[in-house]
């Protein structure tokens, strides 16, 4: 063959007794044909040994570098192999099938070995022979089922009892399995274990109980790790030939390569039973090669130990001294691979993503090694298919022994490119383990964390810029705009300051986002500043508030002529995700002067006109005067009071039934809140409820409804034929939001042992579609405690009937505003009517708000709704009053 055929393996891992074995047989096949090889890493660097699933690698890794691919136990997903032999790469498959190809597959014959197993067990006597292993795996179950085969051969009807399932392939499923066996009183004389590892494992939790092994229950393994050699008693095994099969798929891809006819699908590679100790066989009785005497025997097997010990210190002291030098990524730029010098890793280079979305990503090689060379980064991009570089290929034909790794730089959500390292293939590890594995991981926290010392250093420069400006529309922020305002103040300029706050900005945040809502706060920071003198100050106070500071101000520049102005500027639409949206802006106008000293005091007033001209019509602007100061004042004693009146008890639960509109029948209350003030007599909510929501009083008086609800509801169940009878309490944007409302309800329920189906919640449209994955979380942990969850003013919202029929909603209540104009609004009517039908067809109850006449009622009836609430039943009355409704 010629010298620059390349063979390509993908596999899980790139060391170990297995992923190492079949390497370094594919490596030494590649050698004796002039060829080098290309291992390729298709799981995340840092991933320790489970069983193995396909990784989600998609890139076309050294595809122009290698003639064709080995392909290792499920390494990657059957499309991925379709798409290599797509671009004329034969491939060879081991250990794995893949139904969708038509390609050699290399397999061990697991049967051989195991019936040679059962054969030497029963052989000793044996007939109660058991299994324990993983049967999740295949090659698990082929083992079973070999056994299970060649026990019958033997005359022996497999029993049940002795299969003993475990949880995985590794010691500690070994050692649960001793202690099933040993519960279930010892059934079996031998077994056969899956892997060594489970055999390891059992033996030791045998003799840890005080069994032994081989007298009490002899045991034979399989896979014939180093380990085996090694155990206490030496454990009987059979041969996993991974040297052989690694050598036999690089056979028929050489062969493929070249054109040669080769026989498709399963190709076998036989496994034997290596006889030891622990099957019950003498050490002279094992056919091992003659015995060495006991001193010289012990002293062979202690040099064994040595080398063994030596080889894993060696590695230890390597990993630790990279990762020295890899922790040290401030110090050092850990992409110039000079930490690979420490190693015994002949070449090395670092390819960097820098468009990972294209199909044949390119790799900036920002980092190159070659052992007694200097590191010089190349400035070279190649696509990642003709990575690794070749001169790390010509590096790896020089020494036969050696591969080229391929790992990628990639752990959880940090993918940085691919690391490739020529050196020899390491077995001794554990799986997972192995340095090249190690490395990748370290170097992908190490860039991890240059990037967060770039990002922190970044993010100094924006603290500084934040202190001071608004990070989404650049604006000036509250800090900078103030200093600027007592700055013209303490001039004596004549100065004004304009207050502007955006009318419908929540509108659009719940139908279109917070990304719309972001890019509709920047194209209104740029009307306002090109509506501005270059002298004046815009800044962004928070939300969708802007502050204007007017340093001098005279015709024809006076504040409300730049708030016509800027009326102006914001009327066209605006454009957001390609749909047209129009908003307006209400404005509050100060004018400075000398009763003014602190220019906090400025900004609290216009922000007291803003409110008073958003009050007025929204879309204008107000300025200042002292009469809206007073209003201000009056809404701040409304608060004062409403405290006042949560700690003397003076809140009042009046309850509205809801009906059949059949009959007239009360089926349920809602609860609604009242306040018997002092002097004012009994307060409707419309005086305080707003000024409780925009403070967080709402949370509080919220708490307190529920428990006063469940508490009158579980007094009126306590007659007799009064079982049924439910309660619906509304649910305000902040407590549903803000106030703990699940666990408020939980209390509820147990302190007045009132049964969850009995309560409903009325939320409206506009507080679940806020954020509709988070209120169907909250909505979902209500409904699990057993209330009931009813849409209120439905119609009236932003919702959409795909979320909507997502929520676990069990009622919907018609908006007032539709139930008022039926039959005088043809539209009306055809609306309701498809709330309705809508609400039938999702299983949902329906209930009308204010019905207050028996046309309303009679219409409502026609269009299918079953319930409703109104005056025309009753007006909400005390709880006393409630009662004489309830029939």
Not at 275 to 292: Q, Y
Not at 434 to 440: F, L, T
Not at 684 to 708: H, K, S
Request: charged residues 25%; aromatic residues 6%.
């Amino acid at each position: 063959m010629s010298g620059d055929l390349t063979l390509g393996v993908l596999t899980p891992f790139l060391g170990g007794w297995y992923f190492g074995g079949l390497l370094r047989g594919i490596a030494r096949s590649a050698a004796v044909e002039g060829a080098s090889v290309v291992a390729v890493q298709t799981l995340d660097a840092g991933t320790d040994q489970t069983e193995v699933e396909p990784s989600d690698l998609s890139y076309p890794v050294a595809w122009r570098r290698v003639s064709g691919f080995i392909v290792i136990i499920n390494a990657v997903h059957p499309g991925y192999l379709a798409a290599v032999q797509e671009a004329g790469k034969p491939v060879v498959i081991v250990s794995h099938e893949v139904p969708e190809l038509d390609c050699p597959v290399v397999v061990p014959d697991n049967g051989s070995g195991i019936r040679e197993a059962v054969a030497h067990l029963v052989a000793h006597g044996h007939e109660r022979i058991a299994f324990a292993g993983y049967l999740g795996a295949k090659d698990i179950r082929q083992r079973y089922e070999a056994y299970r085969e060649a026990l019958r051969t033997h005359g022996i009807e497999p029993d049940p009892g002795l299969l003993f399932p475990i949880e995985d392939n590794q010691m500690s499923s070994g050692e649960e399995a001793a202690r099933v066996v040993i519960g279930a009183g010892m059934p079996a004389t031998a077994v056969i274990t899956g892997t060594d590892a489970n055999a390891i494992g059992l033996m030791q939790g045998l003799i840890a109980a005080g069994y032994r092994v081989p007298e009490d229950l002899a045991v034979v393994g399989f896979d014939d790790v180093r380990g085996a050699q090694y155990s206490l008693p030496r454990l009987t095994t059979v041969n996993h030939p991974v040297d052989t099969i690694g050598r036999t798929a690089a056979d028929l891809l050489v062969r493929r390569i070249r054109g040669e006819a080769v026989p498709r699908g399963r190709q076998y590679v036989s496994t034997s039973l290596v006889v030891r100790e622990s099957c019950g066989c003498r050490r002279h009785d094992t056919g091992e090669a003659p015995t060495l005497p006991p001193l010289a025997r012990m002293e062979a097997e202690g040099r064994a130990h040595f080398r063994e010990r030596t080889h894993l210190q060696g590695i230890l002291s390597k990993q630790y001294v990279v990762s020295m030098d890899l922790l040290r990524a401030h110090e050092e730029d850990p992409r110039r691979l000079s930490w690979l010098g420490r190693t015994s890793a002949r070449a090395g280079s670092l390819g960097l993503w820098t468009d990972p979305s294209r199909t044949d990503p390119p790799l900036d090689l920002v980092g190159v090694y070659t052992r007694d060379k200097p590191s010089t980064a190349q400035p070279l991009v190649i696509p990642v298919s003709e990575f690794p570089p070749p001169d790390l290929l010509d590096v790896a034909r020089q020494d036969g022994d050696a591969v080229t790794f391929v790992v990628p730089v990639k752990v959880d959500g940090s993918d940085w490119g691919l690391l490739a390292v020529v050196d020899a293939v390491e077995t001794r590890t554990g799986t997972g383990r192995e340095p090249i594995n190690h490395w990748a991981a370290l170097l992908t926290v190490a860039l991890d964390y240059q990037q967060v010392l770039a990002t922190l250093r970044e993010q100094e420069e924006r603290l500084r810029v934040a202190a001071q400006y608004d990070h989404l529309t650049h604006l000036p922020n509250r800090t900078l705009f103030l200093e600027r305002l007592r700055e013209a103040m303490r001039d004596g300029e004549e100065c004004a300051v304009l207050f502007v706050d955006l009318d419908g900005f929540k509108v659009v945040n719940d139908s279109l986002g917070h990304a719309a809502g972001d890019a509709l706060l920047i194209q209104v920071a740029n009307r306002i500043s090109h509506s501005l003198r270059e002298r004046d100050t815009a800044a962004r106070f928070g939300g969708d508030e802007f502050l204007i500071l007017l340093d001098g101000v005279a015709d024809p520049y006076t504040p409300t002529q730049v708030a016509e102005r800027l009326h102006a500027a914001l009327a066209p639409p605006f454009r957001l995700q390609g749909q047209e949206v129009v908003v307006t802006a209400s404005i509050g106008i100060t004018l400075g002067g000398p009763r003014y000293a602190d220019p906090e005091d400025l900004v609290r007033d216009a922000d007291i006109a803003m409110y008073w001209s958003k009050s007025q019509r929204k879309g204008s602007h107000a300025l200042f005067d002292v009469a809206m100061h007073a209003k201000a004042v009056v809404r701040l004693q409304i608060e004062t009071e409403l405290r006042r009146a949560i700690e003397r008890g003076e809140l009042e639960v009046h309850y509205q039934p809801i009906a059949q509109l059949v009959g007239g029948r009360t089926r349920a209350f809602e609860a609604l809140i009242r306040w018997r003030h002092p002097t004012r007599g009994l307060v409707l909510p419309e005086y305080f409820l707003a000024v409780a929501e925009e403070t967080g009083l709402v949370i509080p008086i919220g708490r307190w409804v529920i428990a006063e609800s469940c508490r009158q509801l579980a007094a009126w169940q306590r007659t007799p034929g009064r079982e049924d009878l439910r309660i619906s309490v509304n649910v305000s944007n902040r407590q549903f939001w803000q106030g703990g409302l699940v666990d408020d309800v939980a209390e509820a329920l147990r302190v007045s042992r009132l049964h969850p189906r009995c309560l409903a919640f009325e939320i409206t449209e506009g507080v679940i579609m806020n954020n509709v994955g988070l209120a169907r979380k909250m909505l979902e942990d209500l409904h699990n405690l057993g209330c009931e969850l009813h849409i209120d003013d439905f119609g009236t919202g932003y919702s959409s009937l795909e979320a909507l029929h997502r929520l676990p909603i069990d009622a919907l209540k018609i908006d007032r505003s539709f139930v008022a104009r039926l039959g005088v609004d043809a539209k009306s009517s055809a609306l309701v009517h498809t709330i309705v039908l809508m609400g039938s067809n999702l299983g949902l109850q329906l209930i009308a708000e204010s019905v207050e006449t028996e046309e309303q009622r009679d219409h409502l009836l026609r269009l299918g709704c079953a319930y409703g609430q109104g005056h025309l039943f009753s007006e909400p009355v005390p709880a006393e009053d409630a009662e004489r409704l309830i029939s």
